[in-house]
């Protein structure tokens, strides 16, 4: 029987240069640690490779470590020694089986760069990660960046050539992914997927919007999606009340943006916090978002299409609309000011930071406000708050708008070109959009961080859910799992979701308004590089002009009766070449 000789194993003064060269230039040390662990692998595997060689002539009945489905895998292997397996790398498309574990018979190392999250521990030691490649067979060399600094990082990686294997969290844009593809920097996944991902061709013919809403105008798929199957947490920010004040002031939950202004005015004047001082905050926020406004806007009418594009919606007529410099925006901002002017909305809304806003909450000063659950203002006070449904507005909608599509974030995951293993890649990742992949990758490991009760749901255990370190929920599984902070490529089920968008709260106000939310919820598009390239000169100006004339018109400091001003201006800044890109992306993607 002929050994294997894995290529990496034979010295060259190619790889001796790649050594000094490594020394010196910071950026190949996204590979150095492949490198070496491949090369140590190697002497190993030749031995290896003639034990299981002998014991393949022996027996047939021996199963691969893993889980029962490996037997599957052993089966559809090509046997130890064999011309086809000496003829190809490990981790070819020869060698990836196509079902079961491990994926590969013979180690494969990938490197991988990703964006890690505030709440992350070290991805190298966490375990979920660790255990997946032993199960696997498939170690990844993990390179991480910090979340504000990734996206720099990774276009200089990108340009410069030392590619990693994969991006992980890779927090690309649209565009990204279109320029990066069209280069070959990004590898198409189409065929990977249809060959190799069962769970993610599952999930495109159970949602086919999600394979839509990530095919590039040239149909190629570059990169993998975070996808939701439950309303909850696709609506970022819901409208809260506080109940307690309401009964205390023998009010009822508003329906209307009428009936809504006189609740909050209540609140202000009638000292619902009964302590006797005029320190009762009828709505706050914080000054990244002001989210009030865009739970708001669909009582007007407007954001008739979610989330994903900013100020792009459908019209009346079927067509996309910039919507704010629709006259029923003037008609919102109007309404938004009053609220402002009278002391209705927090003064400091537009200067507070996260913590200052969270702090007025857990004091019980705060009587409504938009949040995905109420759990913000603490476990004393966040019973007392129930959800507000969508408000009719003077024209009679009563939309709620803030809606993110089934695919929650785009641009997750992509391979380069660099991987020399893309089928057993693909597979990899694959496994994260299945139901057991998705439990193990949300909930960790069972008796240590999670556990089955009687009726077969799940929890986290008291190390995680109740941790006697003080760390959130996030930060305490963030030690084990890198899908805090989201933008992971991962299916998100709600019976093993035990973040706040499963708490009763948030699945009342989920279902309430689920009857108001828009009927067609569009994804973030996919441009041509040649559109991309024009809405990029376009857009930033544009939404810049947009978001500070909205705080100005809503505090005052530039008056309402020169909206037709704002509108002159946008007009002039290109709003109309802009809405024409967009229409021709949603044709189409309707297509």
């Known amino acids: 029987m002929n050994k294997t000789i894995h290529p990496d194993s034979v010295p060259s003064k190619a790889n001796a240069k790649a050594k000094a060269k490594a020394k010196t230039n910071p950026a190949t040390n996204i590979r150095s640690k492949a490198k070496t662990r491949a090369k140590a692998a190697s002497l190993l595997l030749g031995t290896a490779a003639l034990l299981a060689a002998l014991s393949a002539c022996a027996s047939n009945n021996n199963e691969p470590a893993g889980d029962s489905a490996g037997k599957d895998a052993g089966k559809d292997a090509a046997p130890a020694?064999?011309?086809?397996?000496?003829?190809?790398?490990?981790?070819?498309?020869q060698e990836v089986a196509a079902a079961g574990f491990p994926i590969v018979g013979t180690p494969v190392t990938l490197t991988a760069l990703g964006a890690k999250a505030a709440s992350h521990g070290e991805w190298k030691d966490m375990k979920v990660l660790n255990e997946y490649a032993k199960k696997t067979n498939i170690a990844i060399d993990w390179q991480?960046?910090?979340?504000?600094?990734?996206?720099?990082?990774?276009?200089?990686?990108?340009?410069?050539?030392?590619?990693?294997?994969?991006?992980?969290?890779?927090?690309?844009?649209?565009?990204?992914?279109?320029?990066?593809?069209?280069?070959?920097?990004?590898?198409?996944?189409?065929?990977?997927?249809?060959?190799?991902?069962?769970?993610?061709k599952a999930?495109?013919?159970?949602?086919?919007?999600?394979?839509?809403?990530?095919t590039a105008p040239d149909g190629n798929i570059y990169s993998l999606p975070q996808v939701a199957d439950y309303l909850a947490p696709r609506i970022g920010n819901k409208q809260f009340i506080n109940k307690k004040w309401l009964e205390k002031l023998k009010l009822a939950i508003p329906t209307t943006t009428e009936e809504y202004y006189r609740v909050l005015k209540a609140f202000k004047e009638q000292d619902p916090n009964g302590n006797g001082k005029a320190d009762d905050i009828p709505w706050s926020g914080e000054k990244t978002s002001f989210n009030i406004w865009a739970g708001l806007r669909g009582s007007w009418g407007l954001g008739t299409t979610g989330d994903k594009n900013p100020n792009i919606d459908l019209g009346p007529d079927g067509?996309?609309?910039?919507?704010?410099?629709?006259?029923?925006?003037?008609?919102?901002?109007?309404?938004?000011?009053?609220?402002?002017?009278?002391?209705?909305?927090?003064?400091?809304?537009?200067?507070?930071?996260?913590?200052?806003?969270?702090?007025?909450?857990?004091?019980?000063?705060?009587?409504?406000?938009?949040?995905?659950?109420?759990?913000?203002?603490?476990p004393k006070l966040m019973d007392d708050y129930v959800a507000v449904p969508a408000l009719k507005g003077p024209n009679g909608d009563h939309l709620y708008s803030p809606v993110n599509p089934t695919t929650q974030a785009q641009g997750t995951f992509a391979i380069t070109k660099h991987d020399k293993h893309p089928e057993a890649t693909i597979r990899w990742v694959d496994y994260f959009y299945g139901e057991e992949g998705v439990k193990f990758f949300r909930m960790g490991i069972e008796g240590e961080t999670y556990e089955t009760l009687a009726d077969g749901s799940v929890q986290y255990k008291e190390a995680i859910a109740k941790n006697p370190d003080g760390l959130s929920l996030d930060q305490a599984i963030g030690q084990y799992s890198p899908w805090p902070g989201g933008g992971v490529p991962q299916l998100i089920e709600e019976k093993v979701d035990r973040t706040g968008n499963s708490l009763p709260s948030a699945l009342a106000a989920a279902k309430l308004l689920e009857p108001d939310i828009p009927r067609e919820i569009l994804p973030s598009f996919l441009f041509s590089k040649e559109d991309q390239d024009r809405l990029n000169a376009l857009s930033g100006d544009i939404t810049t002009y947009v978001n500070e004339s909205r705080v100005k018109f809503v505090t005052g400091a530039l008056p309402l009766n020169r909206y037709d001003s704002y509108v002159s201006t946008l007009k002039k800044m290109g709003v109309d070449e802009l809405t024409a890109i967009y229409q021709q992306a949603y044709d189409h993607y309707k297509q």
């Not at 997927?193 to 069962?198: G, L, T, V």
């Not at 996309?320 to 919102?332: A, E, Q, S, V």
């Open 81 to 93: 020694g064999s011309t086809q397996e000496a003829a190809a790398p490990a981790g070819s498309a």
């Open 319 to 378: 067509k996309i609309r910039f919507y704010t410099i629709d006259p029923n925006y003037k008609g919102l901002l109007e309404y938004l000011h009053k609220l402002y002017q009278e002391g209705l909305i927090d003064n400091e809304v537009f200067t507070q930071e996260t913590p200052q806003f969270l702090a007025k909450g857990t004091e019980g000063l705060v009587g409504s406000l938009n949040v995905s659950n109420p759990n913000v203002v603490g």
């Open 203 to 214: 999930m495109f013919e159970k949602y086919p919007e999600v394979k839509k809403s990530i």
């Open 144 to 200: 991480t960046v910090p979340d504000a600094g990734f996206e720099e990082k990774r276009n200089i990686v990108l340009s410069g050539g030392d590619l990693p294997d994969i991006l992980y969290r890779a927090k690309l844009t649209p565009y990204d992914e279109v320029n990066y593809g069209s280069q070959g920097i990004l590898i198409p996944l189409n065929q990977l997927i249809d060959q190799y991902a069962p769970n993610i």
